[in-house]
């Protein structure tokens, strides 16, 4: 999903690194809740996603 949106593809590399220092810290709990936000932030984008491309709701939410 990130490639078919330039703003989702920075914004996500971006988490990406932010979870990756958390887990650097040993900071277990801030990478837990950064982990949660990335996995929210992907579910809406492909929500979005699925919307734009026609997909049927009921087929999205099933897989997210």
Known sequence: ISSFTPQRLIKSKSEHLEIINAFKERNLSKTEKL??????????????FAEVCGIPGKFIYFWV
């Open 35 to 48: 982990l949660r936000i990335h996995i929210n932030n992907v579910k809406e984008s492909a929500i979005k």
